[in-house]
């Protein structure tokens, strides 16, 4: 391998995925060697047979990140240019409903595997870092996704998890920037995966819920119904995205938002610091059918009294 090639780490790679999107994009530059990691390697065919180096990698496990990073080390000898942490899961309920061991496996992995393997993978990051201004810079790009703006119903911990990541990236991207390391937000719309299949939910309600009767409006908020009018092609997206960050690799943008409806999010969560809660969350309760619930209970003269 040349020693001008630039080495990028992508995690969650499994064929499909937003992860396979970005190596595949990754791999089309002829001056960046792209090494792909998922939990399974028998699910990233797709990878392989294009000629990229698949690893596994478990990031809730140390065992498992430790045993790549030696990997990894030895294939590039020992000097990473580029992590792109973009593993993810999801558990989608009404918070009322939530599972918390779920919920909390979910974090294992959105936000804990992220900084996990962002540490993990340091020293091979600094082995490239060029502190200062000038020369090269190693990069840590963090998929948060437009999640972690958002408060859409029924994704509270999902949306929970995206936006503690987001403040993690946000102070990573200040600590680690005087020692040469760039850290990219990496705020994801919507976008045509297999991600649903990947969701923890059951895509049902407790019978006793207080739900029941806007069930299925909440079923399309969970299942992602509500999303697929706008969303975006992962593979444009990628290739977006590879752009956006290979336009100056020295010198990434500290946000990137690309995928569907990420602009507009872009432009209404500045809106939002702006205005008071009480004239935005009135969109969102109609997302889900919650304004439709309030209006039927408050015609039958009753309320919710608990669980």
Known sequence: MSSAKRTVLVTGCSDDSLGSALALALHNHSDVQVFAAARDVSKMTSLSSAGITTLALDVTSSESIRSVVE????????????????VGGG?????????????????????????????AFLPLLLATAEPGKKGRK???????????????????????????????????????????IKVVDLKTGSLESNFGENKSNPYDLPEDSPYQP??????????????????EDRKAWAKNVVKDLMKNPDSPPPQIWRGGAAGTIQTSSKMDSILPDYLTDGSFQGLGGLDKLGKMLEKKGKGVSGQ
């Open 91 to 119: 558990h989608y309920q009404p918070f009322l409903h939530l599972d918390i061991d779920k919920a909390k496996q979910l974090f294992d992995v959105n936000v804990w595997g992220f900084v996990a393997a962002t540490q």
């Open 214 to 231: 806007i069930k299925d409006e909440v079923l399309k908020v969970v299942t992602g119904e509500t999303t697929e009018a706008y969303a």
């Open 138 to 180: 190693s990069v840590v790009v963090n998929n948060t996704s437009i999640s972690s703006v958002l408060r859409t119903p029924y994704h509270s911990a999902y949306f929970a998890s995206k936006a503690a990541m987001a403040m993690f990236n946000d102070i990573q991207r200040i600590e680690l920037e005087p020692l040469g």
């Open 71 to 86: 990997e990894v080390t030895q294939l590039t000898k020992g000097k990473l240019h580029m992590l792109i942490n973009s």
